[in-house]
């Protein structure tokens, strides 16, 4: 390539635009930039390559139309977050757009991106918390996908800053929000919650999937989504290797989907004990006595182990709900029996099954740390602890 002080040429002395290059195999490159990000065309020829610029500039024209910073609202902005945005799975996608869309879209979505004030994000999540009497969670929801929101606005320079920063901390500051910590079934609970289960009544069908939570500390997905082939009997071992999601696809419908798990550390290979195994077992013959099976395939996998009467899946929203007959149902039990019971069930969702197995193997993991901690290090006894902390992690 032939190079001038102030002007740059091709390999046939013709003189290359901006963002225009040749590369050593003779191709040509056009170099330029969408919303900040930076992307690159390819051709054989100078004049094909300046055909694809053509097109790119009259797309850029018409998007510098569209996105005209002094009239867009932040309804645009969101509208182009959705076309923008990757890397998440559809459920927290759909989940996203449903907390704006509820949340945003007909009250500071229409203003203009230019003339929203860090004032104005406050005020606005006034207004969640004290007239619309949103939850912290919901409200931090709503910011998640807000923020995302500004931030592109903030990074094609329509504004300088992004007004919501810190604008729940400083909310739950002034409204002074404290999250209440989840408190794990105490032994007595688990105990009650698992004898009432136990006893011939129509709860009596949600026992198996109870044990298992608990037993196993697999979140809702993973328990709902389990095959039969992801159970070894013989070696007394689960195999979570997938969760099972149900959102909403936009369309207001609700859908199923097999997602990886949440992290690639949550694939991992849990140890039956002998009330999960039992667990398993009674519902493989509670199915067969009513004679059920599963009769639906998500994305290629089937044979659930916990499907409902009608053949179907679970979902965590109606597991909650049974949730909340059981504790009802079981603490009026207890009720019967004495005016003051020594134990109740405490209010819990489906979710919070698993905190009492991740609190008690936490505890062991915390007290075998230690025991590690206290002796001396040798090479073997190092690598023994860091083998020890990865198998943790899975």
Not at 13 to 39: A, I, M, N, S
Not at 80 to 90: A, D, F, I, T, V
Not at 360 to 372: E, G, Q, V
């Amino acid at each position: 390539m032939y190079m001038g002080k102030s002007a740059r040429y091709d390999s046939n002395r013709v003189k290359l635009r901006t963002g225009e290059y040749q590369k050593p195999d003779g191709r040509y490159e056009f170099r330029y930039t969408v919303f900040g990000k930076k992307y690159s065309v390819y051709a054989k020829s100078l004049d094909e390559l300046r055909d694809k610029e053509t097109e790119i500039y009259s797309v850029k024209a018409a998007n510098q139309t569209r996105f005209d910073s002094r009239t867009t609202t932040l309804n645009d902005v969101f509208g182009l977050w959705k076309e923008l945005k990757r890397g998440l799975r559809p459920n927290t996608f759909q989940n996203y757009c449903y907390m704006y869309q509820q949340y945003v879209q007909e009250s500071l979505g229409w203003q203009y991106i230019v003339s929203i004030k860090k004032s104005d994000v406050k005020r606005f999540f006034n207004h969640l918390a004290d007239e619309r009497r949103l939850k912290e969670g919901t409200i931090e929801a709503v910011q998640t996908i807000l923020h995302q929101v500004f931030q592109i606005a903030v990074d094609d320079e329509w504004i300088e800053k992004n007004p919501s920063d810190n604008a729940v901390k400083e909310l739950k500051r002034s409204h002074q929000m404290n999250t209440k910590k989840r408190q794990a079934l105490s032994k007595a609970e688990q105990e009650l919650l698992l004898s009432f289960l136990s006893q011939n009544t129509p709860n009596a069908r949600w026992y198996p999937i109870t044990a298992v939570l608990l037993g196993t500390g697999m979140r809702v997905g993973e328990a709902t989504g389990l095959r039969w082939c992801d159970i070894d009997f013989e070696e007394g071992m689960i195999n979570v290797n997938h969760t099972l999601v149900y959102y909403s696809n936009g369309n207001h419908r609700c859908k199923y989907a097999i997602n990886d798990t949440k992290t690639p550390a949550s694939k991992r290979l849990i140890p039956m004990t002998e009330t999960v195994q039992k667990a398993f077992l009674m519902e493989k013959e509670m199915q067969e006595q009513v004679g059920v099976t599963c009769d639906i395939s998500i994305d290629g996998y089937t044979d659930f182990v916990f499907i409902n009467r009608f053949g179907g899946l679970h979902t965590q929203g109606t597991l909650n709900k049974v949730y909340k007959r059981i504790i009802r149902d079981c603490n009026d039990a207890e009720f019967l029996k004495s005016e003051e019971p020594p134990v109740l069930l405490p209010n819990f969702s489906s979710h919070n099954l698993r905190h009492p197995y991740v609190k008690h193997t936490t505890k062991i993991f915390s007290l075998r740390l230690k025991f590690f901690q206290a002796q001396p290090v040798p090479d073997a006894l190092r690598k023994t602890r860091g083998a020890f902390l990865h198998l943790w992690k899975g």
